[in-house]
């Protein structure tokens, strides 16, 4: 009977003090510790590490509506976040937008702090000095996040084909170009000569189909060569007369051990490059260009988008020329003026004295604002 009892005692001891634990720990107050002590509020500034200026275009234009990204926004809660100011200022030639995270700090039961999503507020500018070429975004810290050109004018879009003849894969025409503007100009730059090494290889016909009355040596040149190898070129003898056959060619046999003497082939390499000109009006500049069927005797369709600035627009844009543009098709970029303009004005006498290749065109152009 001892024994019954102290087995009954050990659970009600347990239940015991596990109620004690709790009760202990609701005298000590219930709820989540206060954010502020004693309920004070503060206010402050948060910050963002990332900003992102968009209107559609690489160019703004003056009346069209730009858009502000601030992303990886710090605010020290969910619920402290009050405000986001978009100031913005004219500095010299640039406007620069300097965004304020406004927070306040109470006892609002909030979760952690954390990263609020990006944000994106759409801006109309008013009243920017003619001045301006730029809009930049800075952090708190001034550091440039985001900048996009700012200009006074339009965009005009062109399709069009243009016929590149044939003729442009002959090197020794070159240089050569077509006709008008816009037109592709072919230019050779360089030539590399090249030395191949080749030596015969006797060839033999193991069964004769018929017998010639006389034949000739018939040497069999590789298609391509290799500059670090000695070509092996074999040699047979074919009737001389066209309408004998002298051996199938599966019947051929090749004696690798007797070669001719090492012989020099000379070769050269010639090095071109192709480019896509046009006259511009002053001070556009390229916004956009594709090309497709780019082919030697073919058609090539190409796109391109050029901004025209108005006549208030001091500011000329990045090109090759203020009223020239090139653009490389082995870089696949517009060509730049150099400091002293050398390597540019070099390419335009080029073109212009260009042989303009034949039955060159440009066809069915349509344009579009």
């Known amino acids: 009977m001892k024994r019954k009892s102290a087995v009954l005692l050990v659970p009600f001891l347990l239940c015991f003090s596990l109620m004690t634990f709790f009760a202990s720990c609701s005298w000590d107050g219930d709820g989540p510790l206060e954010v502020m002590p004693n309920g004070e509020s503060v206010e402050g500034e948060g910050y963002f590490l990332g900003a ?21 926004i710090w605010s020290f ?8 100011d978009m100031d913005y200022g004219v500095e010299d030639t640039t406007v620069v937008f300097s965004p304020k995270i406004n927070i306040k700090v109470s006892t609002e039961d909030c979760p952690s702090p954390m990263y609020r999503p990006d944000t994106t507020f759409k801006i109309i500018l008013d009243d920017i000095p003619q001045k301006v070429t730029e809009i930049v975004v800075v952090n708190d810290e001034q550091t440039l996040l985001s900048s996009i050109l700012y200009r006074r004018g339009k965009f005009v879009r062109d399709t069009f084909r243009i016929y590149v003849d044939s003729s442009f894969d002959d090197m020794s025409a070159l240089p050569l170009r077509t006709k008008g503007s816009p037109s592709i100009l072919r230019v050779l730059d360089s030539i590399t000569p090249q030395k191949f090494l080749w030596r015969t290889l006797r060839a033999k016909c193991s069964m004769r189909v018929d017998k010639c009355d006389s034949v000739v040596a018939d040497t069999i040149y590789p298609t391509s060569w290799n500059i670090n190898d000695t ?9 001389a007369s066209p309408d004998s056959v002298y051996c199938l060619n599966s019947k051929w046999e090749y004696d690798s051990t007797s070669l001719g003497k090492v012989n020099e082939r000379l070769d050269t390499v010639w090095h071109s490059s192709l480019y896509y000109i046009e006259k511009i ?22 796109g391109r988008e050029l901004f025209v600035p108005d006549e208030s627009e001091r500011s000329c844009g990045p090109s090759t020329k203020k009223d020239w543009l090139v653009y490389s098709f082995s870089t696949n970029s517009v060509l730049l003026e150099s400091e002293d303009g050398t390597p540019i004005d070099s390419l335009y006498k080029i073109w212009k004295s260009a042989t303009v290749a034949p039955d060159t065109l440009v066809a069915d152009t349509t344009e579009s604002k």
């Open 281 to 302: 009006p002053s001070c556009a500049r390229m916004s956009a260009f594709n090309y497709t069927g780019l082919n030697l005797g073919r058609t090539a369709i190409f």
């Open 77 to 84: 809660s969910n619920c402290s976040l009050t405000s986001i």
């Open 52 to 72: 992102r200026l968009d209107s559609g275009k690489t160019i703004h234009l003056m009346d069209d509506t730009l858009y502000v990204t601030l992303s990886q």
């Open 231 to 239: 070509a092996l070129v074999p040699v047979r003898y074919a009737c």
